[in-house]
């Protein structure tokens, strides 16, 4: 028997960063999933192997490699996790130090230490055949990691003893291997779908862009945290202001708006946030000149954009085509993403 997980990324429309902090952000689902799918294989074929299709990475471990080193791991599970110790981490790193990573892939490495604590977290010592496929970017703060995650912690249980699972909270201890301190709210778009605790009245969809800038976010949060701790006023400041934007987005796109003026003038509110919410990730060093290139070209069509996001509402077509066509002279990739997506999903050999 085979499993397939589905699930979806994830855009921050507003409270990037704060949200790490514990203040409010405003986050939804999009379209573009990341999808597990897992087999078991009989106790003769003795490995454990991750194929992660879209980069062409592909890692095998022995059974009996497993047992030596994660002899801890593998005993009945909780329906809620317990911390990855650091010690475990030192573990698994060592395990995963085993195989041949590419240097340009060497970022994948905690993805990787993430999938074999998991695995025999559940699984235990049973060999079986995991592969991974995705259409979301990596590194482009679309939730990535997050669908990753949550698509392995929906399709391995499974295959346990046990279908109970909190796939949530399971994901999240996934993401502390892979980010160190993540953005809590990733996870949780990406199981349960829709926006974050928010009834929609505003139909939106997302213009992308991906400057393939790589970044790594535990860097970006340490180095916020950093900041924080060095000039804790002014921080409080912004990440208030940050909150209080987020606030508005919320009550903008929950508005029972009942005619096309009303429409356009929430749309125009959302166009002035979502700048100043720029503004304001911009004072705390999270931008890039590849973003700002961005920002630059989106202002010259007359559209609003800033860090994981471009425009709210309804964009008109011949617009978004020139922009588009600008964008990409730069390199960029660009697509467009319905948010409010469902939630984790989960089939039998193809069958719901």
Same mark, same amino acid.
């Not at 997302?206 to 340490?222: E, H």
């Given at each position: 028997m085979e499993i397939t997980a589905r699930a979806p990324g994830m855009i921050i429309l507003a409270g990037e960063?704060?949200?790490v902090h514990g203040y409010t952000a405003v986050a939804s689902s999009i379209d573009l999933y990341t999808v597990v799918s897992l087999r078991l294989h009989s106790e003769n !074929?003795?490995?454990?192997?991750?194929? #992660? !299709?879209?980069?062409g990475l592909d890692f095998s471990w022995p059974i009996k490699r497993i047992k030596e080193v994660l002899s801890h +791991?593998?005993?009945?599970?909780?329906?809620?996790?317990?911390?990855?110790?650091?010690?475990?981490?030192?573990? *698994?790193?060592? #395990?995963?130090? !085993?195989?041949?990573?590419?240097e340009t892939r060497i970022g994948l490495a905690s993805g990787v230490c993430a999938f074999l604590w998991l695995y025999t977290s559940v699984l235990g010592f049973k060999p079986g055949t995991v592969i991974v496929t995705s259409e979301l970017p990596l590194g482009a703060a679309l939730g990535s990691s997050a669908a990753y995650c949550v698509a392995l912690s929906a399709a391995l249980p499974a295959f346990s003893d046990s279908m109970k699972l909190d796939v949530n909270k399971w994901a999240f201890e996934e993401e502390k291997i892979i980010?160190?301190? @993540?953005?809590?709210?990733? %996870?949780?778009?990406?199981?349960? =779908?829709?926006?974050?605790? *928010?009834?929609? %009245?505003? @139909?939106l969809r997302?213009? *992308?862009?991906?400057?393939?800038? =790589?970044?790594?976010?535990?860097?970006? *949060?340490?180095n916020v945290s950093a900041r924080k701790s060095r000039h804790p006023d002014a921080l409080c400041c912004v990440l208030n202001a940050i909150e209080s934007i987020s606030k508005e987005w919320s009550t903008i796109i929950q508005s029972h708006t009942v005619d096309d003026l009303s429409v356009t003038a929430n749309e125009e509110r959302l166009r002035e946030l979502m700048e100043m919410n720029q503004g304001l990730l911009l004072s705390i060093g999270v931008t890039?000149?590849?973003?700002?290139?961005?920002?630059?070209?989106?202002?010259?069509? %007359?559209?609003?954009?800033?860090?994981?996001?471009?425009?709210?509402?309804? +964009? @008109?077509?011949?617009?978004?085509d020139k922009l588009v066509k600008e964008l990409e002279s730069y390199g960029f990739q660009c697509f467009t993403a319905r948010i409010g997506e469902k939630g984790v999903q989960i089939s039998f050999d193809g069958c719901s």
């Open positions: 960063h704060a949200v !074929e003795d490995s454990t192997r991750l194929q #992660l !299709e879209d980069v +791991l593998g005993s009945p599970f909780s329906s809620t996790p317990t911390l990855c110790s650091l010690e475990t981490v030192k573990s *698994i790193t060592a #395990l995963v130090d !085993e195989q041949s990573f590419p980010h160190g301190r @993540p953005f809590v709210v990733d %996870n949780s778009v990406s199981t349960f =779908g829709s926006m974050t605790g *928010i009834d929609s %009245n505003m @139909p997302m213009l *992308i862009a991906n400057t393939k800038v =790589g970044r790594d976010t535990k860097a970006l *949060i340490a890039h000149a590849s973003i700002e290139t961005v920002l630059q070209t989106a202002m010259k069509h %007359n559209l609003a954009s800033k860090l994981t996001g471009a425009g709210g509402g309804e +964009l @008109p077509g011949a617009i978004v």
